[in-house]
């Protein structure tokens, strides 16, 4: 079948559309703008724990974000290989991942310090230290200088948390009576409380509502100001 071109045919506007895509390409930037597919680390608190997502709650961020895990997914806990099974929310974990362009965030490893080994003196985890004075008081930990490092320890369950003393006295609110703390390991919640009449520290330890009474202590670099009652 032959077909005639007739004089008619215009190809001018498609030759025109053509170089203006063309052009458009070309001069196009870079798509920053895009979710990146390429793998980072971030830091956040895991919130829930599924089949197939985890949601973390990134640090810094208002909401949380469900990451694909799978059977390639690496999970460390104190630098060991564990499983998925060993997540629990509320822990503070650093994760490797992505964001693909499409499809959700995916995780690649997962990793979080709790495991101790730990007596009255001194705590080794991810890093070491030496923390040998126990800090039974609030008055003791208000006499900390800046600089000195401070731990709360938990025998149980195994979970430590380590911080710096600064000027604004933060670890005080370790010391606040009755104030709620959630635990990174259990789940359970920790607080200052007093406990029986006639305590040689002024009727008050740490305890946790999962762990239990004198479950968890507090050491330190310095020995803090030391209460009247010892």
Known sequence: MNVKVGPTTNFKPVAVALVAIAFWLS?????NALPSPEQHEMSGTVQRVDRQAITILPAGESKPVAFEWNKDTKFLRNRAFTSVDAVRPG????????????GPPRLYR?????????????????????LPFPIVSREQAEGLKPGAKIAMACTKCKTVRVRDVDFNRGILEWFTPNLKHVCPGCGGHWSYVVYGKGSRHGDWIHTCSKCGDKSI??????PGQKTKAM
Request: charged residues 10%.
């Open 217 to 222: 202590f507090c050491c330190s670099t310095e």
């Open 27 to 31: 001069s196009a930037g870079p798509l």
């Open 91 to 102: 822990v503070q974990v650093t994760i490797r991942c992505s964001h693909p362009i499409l």
């Open 110 to 130: 997962v990793a979080w310090q709790t495991n101790t080994e730990t007596n009255s003196a001194s705590i080794t985890g991810e890093h070491d230290y030496n």
